[in-house]
C-alpha cells in the first residue's frame, strides 16, 4: 500500500519519480485507526490514455494511490495534470473512447469497479461514491426543485416512503448548515446563494451516507468566507460519518487546512505522497518545493516611504453607481440594487493600491468605472488632476492614454482572429503611431513581458492562460500609460504562473513607475503586490490602509473575518532554497 514504503527524497532522484516518504508517529487513536483499517479506495498502477495529437499518450501514468476510513486525502496539482481525470476514473465516467483506462485497478472497500456491469456501477454511485463538483449551478437541474433533486436520490437507491424521504431529505439539509431546510427545499438552484448551493451539493453526496466521497473543486469558485464555511463542513461530516475523502484542488491554502494526507501530480505522474505536514512544511520533489514556493505568504512588505511624498494620479469621489434588477416572478417589479456607494480614494504614482472584497462588493464595479466602461450614476474621477467622467468622447480618447485595463480572462479580450503583433499594435496605431513604429513596439513590450520574439505573429489560442496574460499585459502598455487598473488578473491561474504574472507586474512598476489599481478577492496576493488597500463590502469602503497594518491589526469586523476565514491561514510556506 503506497504510504507505507516511502523512502526519504534523494538527490539522485528522476524529476519525475514520486517522493514518498515514511509516515508520522501519530498518538491519536482516531489517526491510527484510519492507517489500521482497511482501505476505502485502492488504486493501483493507473494508467488513462489520451487520444492521439494530445499533448502526451497518457492523462495518468501508474498512479497508485490508498485512501482510508476517516480519511482526506488531497490530490494536488495544476491545469492539465489529471486531477479531474482521475475522479472520472473513479466513478468510471471518463469522456470514452477518446480517453480511456489502459492499465490498472481502482477498487472500492475491495470490489473492483472496472468488473462491474454499467448497471451495477450506476448502483453504487451515489450509494456507496458520492461526488461533490465545482460548479452545483451545472450540476444541479435549473428544472427542478432542491428537494427533488435529493430526493431523487433516494428513490433511485432506497424503499423509502414518500414522507420518509422528505423528512431525510430536511434532516439532511439541516446538517449540513441550511438556514431554513424547508424553504431551501422548495427552491431551484438559482434561487438560492453559491455557498447554499454547495451545500445542497454536500447534502446530495452524503445522503445515502457513502463509504468514500470525491470533491472535485468544491471551494474554488465560493468566496473566502464561504469557502471556510463548506471546508468546516466537510471536515466536521467527514469525522462523523468517518467518510475516505478524495479532495482534490490546486490550492495549498485548502490543502493545509483539511488534508491528513497529500498526493501531488505533475502531468499525470504522482511526484510526492505523504502526510500533509511532511508534504507542506518539508517537500522532498523539486516540483512540489517549486509549486509551494510560489504560494504567496500572507506577510506583507513593509510599505515604502517614498510612496507617500508621490503625487496623486487618480483621484475617485463620491463614486455612486445603481443597478437596475428585476422582480421575482410573483414581485415583478424592478429593484434597486447599489453596487458602489458614495466611494472616494486616491493613487498616488509609482503605487499599487489593492481593491479587496468578495462577489457582489462592488469591486468589479470600481474597476469598470473608474476606466470609463461603465457609466457611474454621479461623482468624479481625476486622472492626472482632469475630470474623466464628465470628458468628453475626444478627450476620453486622449485620455486612455494614460489609463489601461488589464482583464480577468485575456481569452474573452483578445480578438482570436488577430495576430498578436496587430493586437498590441492596434491602441498605437490609433492614436496616430505609423504600423511600423507600432509594430517594433509592439515586439518591443512582449520582449518586456517576457515572450519571446516568435511570439509576436502567433494567435491567442495558441499561448497558455499565463502567456495570454503576459500578451494582455503588454497591450495595456502599449500607450504607455500612467495608470493600469488589473481587474484578477491572476485568479484564473496556476499558482507557479500566478506567481510569475504577479512578478512581472511588480517589475513592471518599478521598472515604468507604474500606478497601479489592482482589483482581488485573494488576500494572498493582495499581501504580496499592494502597498495600500480598500477592503470593499456592500459597495462601501468598510476599511482602508497600508496592506502591513491592515493584515496585522484590523479595526473592521468584516476586514477580521476575511482574514480569519484565509485557509490555510496557521499555515506559513517555507523558504525554500533552489524551489
Not at 453504487?124 to 428537494?147: C, H, S, W, Y
Not at 494620479?313 to 428585476?326: D, G
Not at 480614494?345 to 469591486?363: H, N, P
Given at each position: 500500500?503506497?504510504?507505507?514504503?516511502?523512502?526519504?527524497?534523494?538527490?539522485?532522484?528522476?524529476?519525475?519519480?514520486?517522493?514518498?516518504?515514511?509516515?508520522?508517529?501519530?498518538?491519536?487513536?482516531?489517526?491510527?485507526?484510519?492507517?489500521?483499517?482497511?482501505?476505502?479506495?485502492?488504486?493501483?498502477?493507473?494508467?488513462?490514455?489520451?487520444?492521439?495529437?494530445?499533448?502526451?499518450?497518457?492523462?495518468?501514468?501508474?498512479?497508485?494511490?490508498?485512501?482510508?476510513?476517516?480519511?482526506?486525502?488531497?490530490?494536488?496539482?495544476?491545469?492539465?495534470?489529471?486531477?479531474?481525470?482521475?475522479?472520472?476514473?473513479?466513478?468510471?465516467?471518463?469522456?470514452?473512447?477518446?480517453?480511456?483506462?489502459?492499465?490498472?485497478?481502482?477498487?472500492?472497500?475491495?470490489?473492483?469497479?472496472?468488473?462491474?456491469?454499467?448497471?451495477?456501477?450506476?448502483?453504487?454511485?451515489?450509494?456507496?461514491?458520492?461526488?461533490?463538483?465545482?460548479?452545483?449551478?451545472?450540476?444541479?437541474?435549473?428544472?427542478?426543485?432542491?428537494?427533488?433533486?435529493i430526493d431523487e436520490v433516494l428513490r433511485l437507491h432506497t424503499k423509502l416512503g414518500r414522507k420518509e424521504r422528505r423528512a431525510a431529505v430536511l434532516d439532511m439539509l439541516a446538517e449540513v448548515k441550511i438556514p431554513d431546510p424547508e424553504s431551501a427545499y422548495n427552491a431551484?438552484?438559482?434561487?438560492?446563494?453559491?455557498?447554499?448551493?454547495?451545500?445542497?451539493?454536500?447534502?446530495?453526496?452524503?445522503?445515502?451516507?457513502?463509504?468514500?466521497?470525491?470533491?472535485?473543486?468544491?471551494?474554488?469558485?465560493?468566496?473566502?468566507?464561504?469557502?471556510?464555511?463548506?471546508?468546516?463542513?466537510?471536515?466536521?461530516?467527514?469525522?462523523?460519518?468517518?467518510?475516505?475523502?478524495?479532495?482534490?484542488?490546486?490550492?495549498?491554502?485548502?490543502?493545509?487546512?483539511?488534508?491528513?494526507?497529500?498526493?501531488?501530480?505533475?502531468?499525470?505522474?504522482?511526484?510526492?505522497?505523504?502526510?500533509?505536514?511532511?508534504?507542506?512544511?518539508?517537500?522532498?520533489?523539486?516540483?512540489?518545493?517549486?509549486?509551494?514556493?510560489?504560494?504567496?505568504?500572507?506577510?506583507?512588505?513593509?510599505?515604502?516611504?517614498?510612496?507617500?511624498?508621490?503625487?496623486?494620479?487618480?483621484?475617485?469621489?463620491?463614486?455612486?453607481?445603481?443597478?437596475?434588477?428585476?422582480?421575482?416572478?410573483?414581485?415583478?417589479?424592478?429593484?434597486?440594487?447599489?453596487?458602489?456607494?458614495?466611494?472616494?480614494?486616491?493613487?498616488?504614482?509609482?503605487?499599487?493600491?489593492?481593491?479587496?472584497?468578495?462577489?457582489?462588493?462592488?469591486?468589479?464595479?470600481?474597476?469598470?468605472?473608474?476606466?470609463?466602461?461603465?457609466?457611474?450614476?454621479?461623482?468624479?474621477?481625476?486622472?492626472?488632476?482632469?475630470?474623466?467622467?464628465?470628458?468628453?468622447?475626444?478627450?476620453?480618447?486622449?485620455?486612455?492614454?494614460?489609463?489601461?485595463?488589464?482583464?480577468?480572462?485575456?481569452?474573452?479580450?483578445?480578438?482570436?482572429?488577430?495576430?498578436?503583433?496587430?493586437?498590441?499594435?492596434?491602441?498605437?496605431?490609433?492614436?496616430?503611431?505609423?504600423?511600423?513604429?507600432?509594430?517594433?513596439?509592439?515586439?518591443?513590450?512582449?520582449?518586456?513581458?517576457?515572450?519571446?520574439?516568435?511570439?509576436?505573429?502567433?494567435?491567442?489560442?495558441?499561448?497558455?492562460?499565463?502567456?495570454?496574460?503576459?500578451?494582455?499585459?503588454?497591450?495595456?502598455?502599449?500607450?504607455?500609460?500612467?495608470?493600469?487598473?488589473?481587474?484578477?488578473?491572476?485568479?484564473?491561474?496556476?499558482?507557479?504562473?500566478?506567481?510569475?504574472?504577479?512578478?512581472?507586474?511588480?517589475?513592471?512598476?518599478?521598472?515604468?513607475?507604474?500606478?497601479?489599481?489592482?482589483?482581488?478577492?485573494?488576500?494572498?496576493?493582495?499581501?504580496?503586490?499592494?502597498?495600500?488597500?480598500?477592503?470593499?463590502?456592500?459597495?462601501?469602503?468598510?476599511?482602508?490602509?497600508?496592506?502591513?497594518?491592515?493584515?496585522?491589526?484590523?479595526?473592521?469586523?468584516?476586514?477580521?473575518?476575511?482574514?480569519?476565514?484565509?485557509?490555510?491561514?496557521?499555515?506559513?510556506?517555507?523558504?525554500?532554497?533552489?524551489?
Amino acid at each position: 500500500m503506497l504510504g507505507h514504503s516511502r523512502h526519504r527524497h534523494s538527490a539522485h532522484r528522476s524529476f519525475l519519480q514520486p517522493a514518498r516518504r515514511r509516515p508520522e508517529r501519530r498518538a491519536q487513536s482516531e489517526a491510527e485507526e484510519i492507517m489500521n483499517a482497511a482501505p476505502v479506495l485502492e488504486i493501483k498502477n493507473l494508467q488513462i490514455a489520451l487520444p492521439k495529437g494530445a499533448d502526451r499518450p497518457y492523462a495518468l501514468q501508474d498512479l497508485t494511490l490508498t485512501i482510508n476510513p476517516g480519511e482526506i486525502v488531497c490530490l494536488v496539482g495544476e491545469s492539465g495534470s489529471g486531477k479531474s481525470l482521475s475522479a472520472g476514473a473513479i466513478m468510471r465516467l471518463l469522456p470514452e473512447p477518446h480517453v480511456h483506462v489502459t492499465h490498472g485497478t481502482i477498487k472500492l472497500e475491495g470490489t473492483d469497479l472496472y468488473s462491474l456491469s454499467e448497471a451495477d456501477m450506476k448502483k453504487l454511485r451515489g450509494d456507496r461514491i458520492g461526488m461533490i463538483f465545482q460548479e452545483p449551478m451545472t450540476a444541479l437541474n435549473p428544472q427542478k426543485t432542491v428537494g427533488w433533486q435529493i430526493d431523487e436520490v433516494l428513490r433511485l437507491h432506497t424503499k423509502l416512503g414518500r414522507k420518509e424521504r422528505r423528512a431525510a431529505v430536511l434532516d439532511m439539509l439541516a446538517e449540513v448548515k441550511i438556514p431554513d431546510p424547508e424553504s431551501a427545499y422548495n427552491a431551484y438552484p438559482h434561487q438560492i446563494s453559491g455557498g447554499q448551493r454547495q451545500r445542497v451539493m454536500i447534502a446530495m453526496a452524503l445522503i445515502l451516507k457513502p463509504r468514500l466521497i470525491i470533491a472535485d473543486e468544491p471551494t474554488t469558485a465560493l468566496d473566502v468566507t464561504t469557502q471556510a464555511q463548506i471546508l468546516k463542513l466537510i471536515r466536521d461530516l467527514q469525522r462523523e460519518h468517518n467518510t475516505g475523502i478524495l479532495f482534490i484542488t490546486h490550492d495549498f491554502g485548502v490543502v493545509a487546512e483539511i488534508a491528513d494526507r497529500v498526493a501531488v501530480l505533475r502531468l499525470g505522474e504522482l511526484v510526492e505522497e505523504g502526510p500533509a505536514s511532511e508534504v507542506l512544511n518539508h517537500p522532498q520533489h523539486p516540483y512540489t518545493k517549486a509549486l509551494i514556493a510560489s504560494v504567496p505568504a500572507l506577510t506583507p512588505p513593509e510599505p515604502k516611504p517614498s510612496v507617500d511624498a508621490q503625487p496623486v494620479i487618480l483621484k475617485a469621489s463620491a463614486l455612486r453607481k445603481t443597478f437596475k434588477a428585476r422582480g421575482g416572478l410573483l414581485i415583478g417589479k424592478r429593484s434597486a440594487v447599489p453596487a458602489v456607494k458614495d466611494l472616494s480614494f486616491e493613487l498616488r504614482q509609482g503605487e499599487t493600491l489593492g481593491v479587496v472584497g468578495e462577489s457582489g462588493s462592488g469591486k468589479t464595479t470600481v474597476s469598470r468605472i473608474v476606466t470609463r466602461l461603465l457609466e457611474a450614476d454621479s461623482g468624479k474621477v481625476d486622472v492626472n488632476g482632469r475630470d474623466f467622467l464628465s470628458a468628453s468622447p475626444r478627450e476620453v480618447r486622449a485620455m486612455r492614454k494614460d489609463i489601461q485595463m488589464v482583464f480577468q480572462d485575456p481569452m474573452a479580450s483578445l480578438n482570436p482572429r488577430r495576430r498578436v503583433v496587430d493586437l498590441i499594435a492596434q491602441g498605437p496605431i490609433v492614436h496616430g503611431v505609423s504600423k511600423e513604429q507600432a509594430h517594433a513596439k509592439a515586439r518591443e513590450l512582449l520582449e518586456l513581458v517576457e515572450l519571446s520574439p516568435a511570439a509576436a505573429d502567433r494567435f491567442p489560442h495558441e499561448f497558455s492562460g499565463g502567456q495570454r496574460q503576459r500578451i494582455g499585459i503588454a497591450r495595456a502598455l502599449a500607450l504607455e500609460p500612467r495608470i493600469v487598473v488589473a481587474d484578477e488578473p491572476v485568479s484564473a491561474l496556476d499558482v507557479s504562473v500566478q506567481a510569475q504574472v504577479l512578478r512581472l507586474l511588480a517589475d513592471l512598476r518599478e521598472r515604468l513607475n507604474l500606478s497601479l489599481l489592482f482589483v482581488t478577492h485573494d488576500l494572498r496576493v493582495a499581501a504580496q503586490l499592494c502597498d495600500r488597500i480598500i477592503v470593499m463590502s456592500k459597495g462601501e469602503i468598510a476599511e482602508t490602509g497600508p496592506t502591513a497594518e491592515v493584515f496585522a491589526n484590523p479595526q473592521h469586523e468584516y476586514t477580521q473575518r476575511l482574514l480569519a476565514s484565509i485557509p490555510g491561514k496557521g499555515w506559513t510556506p517555507p523558504r525554500l532554497e533552489n524551489a
